[in-house]
């Protein structure tokens, strides 16, 4: 009998799911405050701020998990060309996860503004203050969030794919726990066999 693990590690399928709703979220917030110039405003920065540093520590976090329990092989028979896409969105929103809470923290911090994760608990600066590094900086910070929500788009639409049309087990290896394919050992089975009697 052998085995084969087909799916992701256990800390990796909830850092997935968590990070997607998170990021999810972030990107609806990041809409609102952009739309919103009434008190709404505050009220969702007062959100986005912690919510971003949480999700670079988680960021850190997941790749630490993936370079420790590397992720299933994809299929043999995908094509070539969309393994490497595959590869390279993955990585892509790696840096993504890491770069946009950092770039909204230098942000803020050229542009003077506290970064408060709480009522108490203040991050320090990572930038020294600059007019001209908080524009640069914020116009990357929106072209980032573009560049993050095309990429969650393409993520899920590659899922959907491999979940819906291929059936490859590339979507069930992010959802269900371990699975092991089992090679049932073949069972002999002995018969006797009388011949017939032919005598007259």
Do not use: C, N
Not at 11 to 24: C, E, G, S, T
Not at 37 to 60: C, F, M, N, T, Y
Not at 124 to 153: K, Y
Not at 159 to 177: F, K, P, Q
């Amino acid at each position: 009998m052998t085995s084969d693990v087909k799916t992701f590690s256990l800390p990796a399928r909830v850092l997935h799911w968590l990070m997607a709703i998170m990021i999810l979220a972030m990107l609806f917030i990041g809409v609102g405050m952009v739309a919103s110039v009434s008190e709404r405003h505050d009220w969702l920065l007062r959100i986005h701020k912690p919510l971003g540093i949480a999700i670079l520590i988680l960021a850190v976090v997941r790749l630490a998990v993936r370079l420790r329990h590397p992720p299933p092989a994809l299929p043999a028979d995908l094509p070539a060309v969309q393994k490497l896409a595959a590869h390279a969105s993955h990585w892509l929103l790696y840096i993504l996860m890491l770069a946009m809470p950092l770039i909204g923290w230098a942000m803020l911090s050229a542009g003077g503004y506290p970064v408060m994760l709480s009522d108490s608990l203040r991050l320090p600066p990572i930038f020294p203050t600059s007019p001209v590094a908080f524009a640069v900086l914020r116009h990357m910070h929106g072209w980032f969030a573009m560049l993050l929500f095309l990429t969650f788009l393409a993520h899920m639409g590659a899922a959907l794919y491999h979940g819906l049309i291929r059936r490859d087990g590339v979507l069930s290896s992010m959802v269900r726990g371990e699975k092991k394919a089992e090679m049932i050992e073949p069972v002999e089975v002995s018969e006797s066999v009388t011949e017939p009697d032919t005598r007259p």
